[in-house]
């Protein structure tokens, strides 16, 4: 099976700041990678570019996504050919629904109109398998909801949406080790032969219910080591000193 992500000598950065200085990474279907770091080192950014943000500016390199060159397409058009990113802050929507804003979303990615009675069904088995409340399907999309509720959220859109790449950066952020179960849970529900996740985290705590085939190390916009889950288990005990010397 060929790569479903590649990214190549990438460069980019915000207005005249380089943040990334030549990123390399490839990630085939059925696989689950992590990208760790300190802050400022590249994560996010490397997140942004892949989705082609308008305010993160690529200056070099090329990303191809499922045998096509993404490098320059529309963030609606990448959204569309199936990858998905979550958000460090979650967005609040007042007026919309969460099933609205669903609903939504998977008309605009598929194409197809969805029939209500069976999305529904299906948003109710996902709620309750990420023991979320029922009633806030008909609440307006992360408005007055707590930090796990929304966070929880961006999982339900996940499985929702069903992309081939789903992006979840500091998914894990600001959780008690409840929610963190409970998103790995989405992630492993998620996670197939046929499609990818790619973890971006300050932390190993939502790695702890999780099997992930390879940990990348940011330092300085670069990935400067890969390893297996062993890489993420040293990072938790003895930080990134040792790597900041390999840039």
């Known amino acids: 099976m060929g790569n479903l992500l590649e990214i190549k000598n990438l460069h980019a950065g915000v207005e005249d700041k380089e943040?990334?200085?030549?990123?390399?990474?490839?990630?085939?279907?059925?696989?689950i990678h992590v990208i760790m770091g300190p802050n400022g080192s590249g994560k996010t950014t490397t997140a942004n570019a892949i989705l082609n943000n308008p305010q993160y500016k690529k200056t070099e390199g090329t990303i191809i996504f499922d045998g096509k060159d993404i490098t320059n397409k529309s963030t609606d058009e990448i959204a569309r050919r199936g990858v998905f990113m979550s958000f460090q802050l979650p967005?609040?929507?007042?007026?919309?629904?969460?099933?609205?804003?669903?609903?939504?979303?998977?008309?605009?990615?598929?194409?197809?109109?969805?029939?209500?009675?069976?999305?529904?069904?299906?948003?109710?088995?996902?709620?309750?398998?990420?023991?979320?409340?029922?009633?806030?399907?008909?609440?307006?999309?992360?408005?007055?909801?707590?930090?796990?509720?929304?966070?929880?959220?961006?999982i339900l859109q996940m499985l929702v949406l069903n992309p081939k790449l789903a992006i979840l950066d500091e998914t894990d952020s600001g959780l008690d080790v409840d929610a963190i179960k409970t998103v790995s849970k989405g992630i492993e529900m998620f996670k197939n032969g046929n499609n990818a996740v790619l973890i971006i985290t300050h932390n190993t705590k939502i790695l702890h219910n999780l099997k992930v085939d390879y940990v990348h190390i940011f330092v300085d916009g670069k990935i400067v080591k890969t390893?297996?889950?062993?890489?993420?288990?040293e990072i938790e005990e003895n930080g990134y000193s040792k790597y900041k010397n390999l840039i």
């Open 91 to 154: 967005e609040e929507i007042p007026g919309v629904s969460v099933t609205n804003f669903l609903k939504y979303a998977k008309n605009k990615v598929t194409g197809k109109p969805v029939k209500i009675f069976e999305f529904k069904k299906e948003l109710a088995k996902y709620m309750e398998e990420l023991n979320m409340n029922a009633k806030n399907m008909d609440r307006s999309l992360n408005v007055g909801f707590s930090g796990g509720e929304k966070k929880k959220n961006e």
């Open 227 to 233: 390893g297996k889950q062993a890489l993420a288990k």
């Open 19 to 31: 943040i990334l200085k030549g990123v390399n990474l490839t990630i085939k279907p059925g696989e």
